[in-house]
């Protein structure tokens, strides 16, 4: 026998590669990521949704203050 299990075939890790959605299931992974480290940090400082977005489209965001 040459200690390699017959009936093992590709990884987990392969599985996406040989489907050709690695790239798709990765940016959909960091864009979760980024939008939950977003909401806990909004959920620690007590900031809504709306607050949130006045705060990314005030006029400073864009240097024109």
Same mark, same amino acid.
């Given at each position: ?19 050709? %959605?690695? *790239?798709?299931? +990765?940016?959909?992974?960091? #864009? ?5 480290? %977003?909401? *806990?940090?909004? +959920?620690?400082?007590?900031? #809504? ?10 006029? +400073? ?5």
């Amino acid at each position: 026998m040459s200690g390699k299990n017959q009936h093992w075939g590709s990884t987990l890790d392969d599985f996406p590669h040989e489907e050709d %959605i690695y *790239e798709a299931a +990765r940016t959909e992974a960091v #864009t979760r990521v980024i939008s939950w480290q %977003i909401a *806990e940090e909004m +959920r620690k400082k007590g900031i #809504t949704k709306t607050q949130m977005a006045e705060r990314c489209l005030a006029p +400073r965001a864009w240097g024109n203050s």
